[in-house]
């Protein structure tokens, strides 16, 4: 089966857009979604419109559980919108209870086992939502991601890609579609075969003009979310 490996789309759907007409292209049957679905941009409606049709599997990422925080007060709101900006509070405002819910629900982590392999999918790594796996992480760490009888994790959060193999796993991050760190304007992801066990990584170009211009008006106390999708490939900074 071809696979999508999509990870952190943070509202933005004029990425997720052009990524899914892509994967439709190259026979994608179905979806990997490593959260972050919400954060940072504002189109969350637009992102679970277009998710909709596809056949998929969804793990949490941290944004989410920012969403449920902030809705249930045990985080308080100045300060995300200071740090992120308004994409919390927009999708508060804008989604349904039930769409909400579906999202604030979501499990941490799970196991898909397709075509006999055995794939562990989340967000920061297998044991913290919150945990940065960086492909520059030492290999300790990154050796930790490694699970009895797991043949391929997948996991987000860094907005990096990556891959990593072992002699019983392989791990992989696809990088950001919503807001890739190294470029602006590209999301990344992966089409992952799990018939041939193959590892493609993909950079799909998008319009970031209007999202930018978008979150000038929005967000102007925040910068960093526009001058991240100007980007230039030489640039590269964790945040």
Same mark, same amino acid.
């Given at each position: ?8 789309? $943070? ?25 972050? @679905?919400?954060?940072? !941009?504002?189109? +969350? ?7 909709? =049709? ?14 449920? %925080? ?8 100045? =300060? ?23 999202? +604030?629900?979501?499990?941490? $982590? ?9 794939? @562990? ?42 891959? !990593?193999?072992?002699?019983?796993? +392989? ?11 190294? !470029? ?11 018939? %041939? ?8 170009? !998008?319009?970031?003009?209007?999202? +930018? ?22 640039? =590269?900074?964790?945040?």
């Amino acid at each position: 089966m071809k696979v999508a490996v999509l990870s952190d789309i $943070h509202g933005n759907a004029a990425a997720l857009r052009e990524v899914l007409d892509e994967a439709s292209k190259f026979g994608i049957q179905f979806l990997f979604i490593l959260g972050d @679905l919400v954060g940072y !941009y504002y189109r +969350i409606n637009e992102v679970m419109n277009l998710l909709e =049709k596809w056949p998929k599997e969804i793990v949490r990422g941290n944004h989410e559980e920012m969403l449920r %925080n902030v809705m249930e007060k045990s985080e308080d709101y100045q =300060k995300n919108y200071s740090r992120y900006g308004s994409a919390i509070n927009i999708a508060l405002n804008t989604l349904t209870s039930s769409q909400i819910n579906s999202l +604030i629900t979501l499990p941490f $982590h799970m196991v898909v086992k397709l075509d006999r392999l055995n794939c @562990l999918l989340c967000h920061g790594s297998p044991w913290d939502i919150n945990d940065y796996i960086y492909p520059d992480s030492p290999v300790e760490l990154i050796e930790k991601c490694i699970i009895p009888g797991i043949d391929y994790v997948f996991l987000g959060h860094t907005h990096y890609q990556f891959i !990593y193999y072992n002699e019983t796993s +392989i791990i992989v991050n696809p990088g950001s579609v919503g807001q890739a760190r190294e !470029y602006g304007g590209v999301a990344d992801w992966v089409v992952f075969d799990s018939i %041939n066990r193959t590892i493609d990584f993909k950079h799909t170009s !998008y319009y970031a003009g209007d999202l +930018i211009s978008e979150v000038k008006v929005i967000d102007p106390h925040c910068p960093y979310l526009w001058e991240v999708l100007q980007r230039k490939p030489s640039t =590269k900074m964790k945040r």
